[in-house]
């Protein structure tokens, strides 16, 4: 049993609740950017939520996750404040990472969320060193590095694999295959016919999962685990998903049709699962609803704060870089500043 | 002499080459603090491929002393990720040339996840690598890439010339909670030292050693160049007295000391083996000139491989490579 037992009610609305609240936290970062009030660029999960809530609800809550560039989702899966996510987006100084990271570097240490990540395929390393940390230690955890599906391409996914199949480290790699690396179809990049068919060169268990259904995830996700945690080394779990957004916001997407795009919504992970919990009698169309309206007030508020939070102040730049901080920051940034060295 | 060589010479020592004491200061760790284990390529049955390792494996066995597969991006990534999560990797790269393959995870993940996550990621990870040509290992096994590091936002980078500081840097390095990369030139190994027996004698990483004293020029100095520089002013000691500092580090860089060197002579000579152009000598020049320009009587002179790589055949290679002949001509010309 992980961090959310889908097998009882009361998880199965929990993990219901947390992608919906990615979605909504994703629509109105979108909405955001869209207005010029996020910086920089932000890439959206919409359409993945199942990977990641499914992924998070079979780890236990000090279990490490190293993300993506589309990181919003696993922050949330893994039970992040989107508050605080909302103002590190907004450049706050409130934010996670006090407004140096981020949409794309975002992250919780203290929490397992090893980052966001700028670069295709270097979360995969991040938690094979994670998994390498809990083994040396003996501590009962395990560290999922997420990848896209373009990052199975990187050299460094599968020296990564490698490492932790080699050294039965317990690490968890979840391919999230949204069908397009960057603007290139998957086919186009990969000459296998399933991306978990790698996992065969590691000799470790590869399996394809359906990626728009939650349960499905966690339950591979939930035995990946067990194996880890037995020490039988790491497992590859891909998850056939969707995103419904533009590799990023303002990408205009000449490599797909809207046709397309519509029968994956067919398939949406959160109107799937709520509607096997209304079939099942857990949920009504009312109190769906209500959960509904409930989450976008949460964002809502999220996005007030983050706006209304304090700007991170100039010299702040300068912090940060080191644990022991050496004599040139200060001496250049005194330099540098604009208020003529004042602090 | 400054404070802290001199502390360091009150300690008892015991003489040894820079191998014995990388490797002393790698077991005083291991001993020390469980949490530090070693990784790389060959360091644990092999015992290094330039036996700095030794008989490690033997004594704390294959979970503190790592063989890793050839896999300098994955081992790289790896310590790093273990860095951020509770664990002190000591990585030995075997060349520097191999930076390159794993140059992904340096610059981009253990160089910036401390700062991009506004300080809420520990990086307790150290990188020993070897430097330096010739022993006829040609271009791909004997470059100097030291100025890339220390160039890097967020890594430290020391360069000992000495077996004290071999040992004492090392040790600093292990005990940092940043990374710190510790480039070791390969033609020293077998050069010997007094080193300190200490326990707890490590260099503090930012301080520079003044290794002669002298009035005339100030000879700033890294790895083998600090040996052949002291060598070089004791033959030169009749017409000019020459200071040898030795950098020991190189980001941070301790300018007091090289500044103050120049204010009493008036004269610099840098000497260091990588590549001349943008690089670590201009780098020790531009701090010099910020701060004691009007003490310079002379034009900086500087010391290094002039801008090719390391050829394989020995003439080719000992044309390139600086050594204390250039030195010497280089204190020749400004004094």
């Known amino acids: ?343 | 002499m400054t404070a802290q060589t001199e502390r360091e010479l009150e300690t008892e020592t015991e003489t040894m080459t820079v191998r014995e004491a990388v490797r002393q200061a790698l077991r005083e760790e291991l001993e020390r603090d469980e949490d530090v284990y070693l990784m790389g390529e060959d360091i644990g049955l092999f015992g290094g491929v330039l036996e700095v390792t030794g008989d490690l494996y033997e004594e704390f066995g294959e979970e503190r002393v790592r063989d890793t597969p050839i896999s300098e991006a994955g081992f790289m990534g790896a310590a790093t990720g273990a860095a951020a999560t509770g664990t002190r990797p000591v990585v030995e790269l075997m060349f520097s040339d191999f930076a390159g393959v794993s140059m992904e995870q340096i610059m981009n993940q253990m160089a910036k996840m401390r700062y991009m996550f506004g300080g809420k990621a520990e990086m307790p990870v150290t990188v020993r690598t070897t430097e330096g040509g010739g022993m006829g290992a040609a271009s791909q096994h004997s470059g100097t890439i030291h100025t890339w590091i220390a160039h890097f936002p967020g890594l430290k980078a020391v360069a000992p010339g000495t077996a004290a500081s071999a040992k004492g840097l090392t040790k600093a390095a292990i005990r940092s909670d940043d990374p710190v990369f510790v480039f070791e030139n390969k033609m020293i190994y077998e050069q010997q030292g007094a080193v300190p027996v200490d326990e707890d004698f490590t260099v503090p990483i930012g301080e520079a050693a003044i290794e002669r004293e002298g009035e005339d020029a100030t000879v700033v100095a890294t790895q083998r160049l600090v040996g052949e520089s002291v060598q070089t002013a004791e033959s030169l000691a009749d017409d000019v007295d020459v200071e040898v500092i030795d950098a020991r580090s190189l980001y941070p860089l301790d300018t007091e000391t090289i500044v103050e060197s120049v204010r009493k002579t008036g004269r610099l000579i840098v000497a260091d083996e990588s590549p001349l152009s943008y690089g670590t000598h201009a780098e020790i020049i531009a701090r010099v000139q910020e701060e004691a320009f009007f003490s310079l009587d002379a034009p900086i002179q500087r010391v290094g491989t002039p801008d090719t790589h390391m050829p394989f055949s020995p003439p080719l290679e000992q044309e390139v490579l600086p050594d204390g002949d250039d030195v010497r001509e280089a204190v020749e010309r400004v004094t």
């Open chain 1, 1 to 343: 049993m992980g961090e959310i037992d889908l097998q009882s009610r009361d998880g199965r609305a929990e993990a219901l609740r947390r992608m919906l609240t990615i979605r909504a936290f994703d629509s109105e970062a979108g909405d955001r950017f869209a207005d010029g009030e996020i910086p920089g660029f932000v890439h959206l999960y919409i359409g993945e939520e199942a990977v990641g809530v499914g992924t998070c609800a079979a780890l236990e809550s000090d279990d490490y996750i190293a993300s993506t560039h589309r990181g919003h989702g696993h922050c949330i899966a893994k039970g992040l404040d989107p508050k605080y996510m909302m103002a590190e987006l907004y450049g706050k100084a409130e934010g996670y990472c006090n407004g140096k990271g981020g949409s794309m570097h975002i992250a919780d240490v203290d929490a397992g969320m090893l980052g966001a990540n700028g670069i295709v395929g270097a979360g995969p390393p991040l938690a094979t060193g994670a998994a390498l940390s809990i083994d040396y230690q003996d501590r009962d955890q395990v560290a999922v590095g997420f990848l896209g599906d373009g990052a199975v391409a990187q050299g460094q996914v599968h020296e990564a694999i490698n490492l932790a199949a080699t050294w039965d480290l317990p690490a968890i790699f979840v391919v999230e295959n949204n069908q397009y690396g960057e603007g290139t179809p998957v086919e186009k990049q990969h000459n296998v016919d399933n991306l978990s068919d790698t996992a065969q060169a590691h000799d470790i268990p590869g399996l394809t999962v359906d990626g728009m259904d939650v349960t499905a995830v966690a339950e591979a996700v939930g035995e990946a685990r067990a194996r880890a945690r037995a020490g039988d080394g790491p497992t590859l779990v891909e998850a056939e998903t969707y995103r419904y957004r533009g590799h990023y916001e303002g990408d205009e997407e000449p490599y797909r049709d809207e046709a397309e795009i519509e029968r994956w919504k067919d398939r949406d992970p959160i109107e799937s699962f709520r509607d096997r919990l209304i079939d099942r009698g857990e949920l009504t169309a009312e109190e769906f609803d209500e959960m509904e309206a409930e989450i976008e007030a949460e964002i809502q508020a999220a996005v007030e704060y983050a706006q209304e939070a304090d700007e991170p102040t100039p010299d702040e730049a300068y912090d940060d870089m080191f644990a022991e901080t050496p004599p040139e920051i200060e001496r250049f940034a005194t330099v540098a500043r604009t208020d003529g060295g004042e602090r």
